[in-house]
């Protein structure tokens, strides 16, 4: 892969559809409404990829200022959204993805400790970061950036 530096930049509204087209080809096995479509079957005509390219467009509606992508040379390689609760000061982050052809660079170690960075300006107390059981390298990398295992959850579905 190419050796110019990558930056991490604020989101804009134009990566919105490259945000979506990265999010669709990334998360696949791993994602949680994939899961359930396997079990349940397409449900009100939309698919999974669909449903989790919706996650997207919430996160960056929410908190467009929190949400930052990793770009070379105009290609955005990756992203990582954040969610703030100024309330309970806890920042969450509830999507990462870097594209295939770039994973093994460290651009998910520097998007979460970018989102760190961001946490500590806004002076939040607590970081939070969840993944799915079957996602070998969020198991791998949220540790190794200092997260630690809090608790696990079950997700149980069904089709009304």
């Known amino acids: 892969m190419n050796e110019l530096p990558v930056t991490i930049r604020h989101y804009r509204a134009e990566d919105l559809e490259c945000l979506r087209r990265i999010t669709v080809d990334t998360f696949g096995a791993v994602a949680l409404d994939q899961m359930m479509e396997d079990r349940l079957g397409i449900w009100n005509g939309r698919d999974w990829k669909m449903r989790k390219a919706d996650h997207i467009d919430d996160d960056c509606t929410a ?24 309330v309970n000061s806890i920042g969450r982050i509830p999507n990462l993805a870097v594209v295939e052809a770039a994973r093994g660079l460290g651009l998910g170690r520097r998007l979460i400790h970018h989102a760190l960075d961001y946490f500590r300006e806004q002076s939040l107390k607590v970081a ?11 198991q791998n990398l949220y540790p190794s950036c ?15």
């Open 128 to 138: 939070k970061i969840e993944t799915m059981a079957s996602n070998v390298i969020g």
């Open 63 to 86: 908190n467009p200022d929190g949400c930052f992508v990793a770009e070379r040379a105009g290609e955005i390689l990756g992203y990582i959204t954040t969610r703030v609760d100024r």
């Open 146 to 160: 200092g997260f630690e295992e809090i608790g696990r959850q079950v997700h149980f579905g069904m089709r009304l």
